[in-house]
Nanobody, 118 residues
């Protein structure tokens, strides 16, 4: 069983930055970040392979967001720079086999809200 606890969300002005954290217990899996904006479906944001060898980003965040992991702390991060109002959403970290679909993840955090003001 893996437990994921997210933190780091909040209110930020457009152009600003936030770093989300996801503390994980249990074995090492691929770690992904997804987000869900009000009235929209959950969408893929970023993923890192279990060994950190590969990463992949949604086109909408590539070049602005960076996923990383600290294996010693069992924590994954999502550094978000140059934030835009359209990045406003609840962000979820997830652990599992990986990939771009939510079905590739067995474990999910509770979500952390990010609001970007224009």
């Amino acid at each position: 069983q893996v437990q994921l606890v997210e933190s780091g969300g909040g209110l930020v002005q457009a152009g600003g930055s936030l770093r989300l954290s996801c503390a994980a217990s249990g074995r090492t899996y691929a770690m992904g970040w997804f987000r869900q904006a009000p009235g929209k479906e959950r969408e893929f944001v970023a993923v890192m392979a279990w060994n950190g060898a590969n990463t992949h980003y949604a086109d909408s965040v590539a070049g602005r967001f960076t996923i990383s992991r600290d294996y010693a702390k069992s924590t994954a991060y999502l550094q978000m720079n140059s934030l835009k109002p359209e990045d406003t959403a609840v962000y979820y970290c997830a652990a599992g086999v990986g990939g771009l679909r939510s079905t590739g993840y067995n474990y999910w955090g509770q979500g952390t809200k990010v609001t970007v003001a224009s």
